[in-house]
């Protein structure tokens, strides 16, 4: 029976080998998804900014949410939520997708030729390109209320990119599990949600009770939403000392989760 390679170089090494499939696969799928709509990639915009408007209205409006700035600005609640969300979506796409991944290519597992650890890769760059779409629509808001953003903003993928290597690391560990546990899927769509509403997304983290604050730092996305929301609106430089523990463990974390993908995959054809 073929080995597959589980090196951490062969986590880059297979990506770039498989590039242009990679980019053809992302394609199709971020085009697919808006195919036979009117509007088609306009829906791509539509939904981050009608999601924000409610978000902002129920947080703000209905249940009076602050950002402990002394500001009782909308258009400041709405931007600091929105990079929060941002951060979350970008997450919870991935995350979400990950347990059925293998078994909604079937057909891919019966051919050896075609690298199915590609996979958690291109769902992250289609989830990549609304990301960035819900970025351009934060971007031209925060010009239009504010003016120019903070040059700060320069260090926005220095903090995206570990998080990226930290999705894939789940997304490699979960499309596998998916295949022999198929709970799996039914799970992570409660634990994204308690994830969300356990990250400073919708409230900041001080309006937690002191005894109960570590917990919310527990929470994989808490550093990520705070140094996120730090760069883009704030204009903090992040912590540098921080950020670079962060690229350690996302990327031992990414490396584990494609080693226990690539010894794991022997066994995807038995199972299905």
Known sequence: MREFSATPIEMFVSLWRNRSLV?????????????????????????????????????????????????DSKTEFALVLFAGLIVFNLFAECINRAPGLILSNVNYVKKVVFPLEILPFVALLSALYHAVISLIVWLVAYLVLFGVPHATLLFLPLVILPFCLFIMGLSWALASLGVFLRDVSQFI???????????????????????????????????????VRDVLYWGKIPEFAMLGLYWLATGFIAWLGFAWFQKTRKGFADVL
């Open 189 to 227: 769509g409660v634990l994204t949600t308690v994830l969300m509403f356990l990250s400073p997304i919708f409230y900041p983290a001080t309006a937690l009770p002191e005894n109960y604050r570590h917990w919310l730092y527990l929470n994989p996305l808490t550093p990520v939403v705070e140094m």
């Open 23 to 71: 980019h053809a696969s992302a394609k199709r799928e971020v085009l697919g998804r808006y195919r036979g709509s009117a509007l088609g990639l306009l829906w791509s915009f539509f939904n981050p900014i009608f999601m924000l408007a409610v978000y902002t209205f129920v947080f703000s409006v209905v249940f009076k949410a602050r950002w402990n700035t002394g500001s």
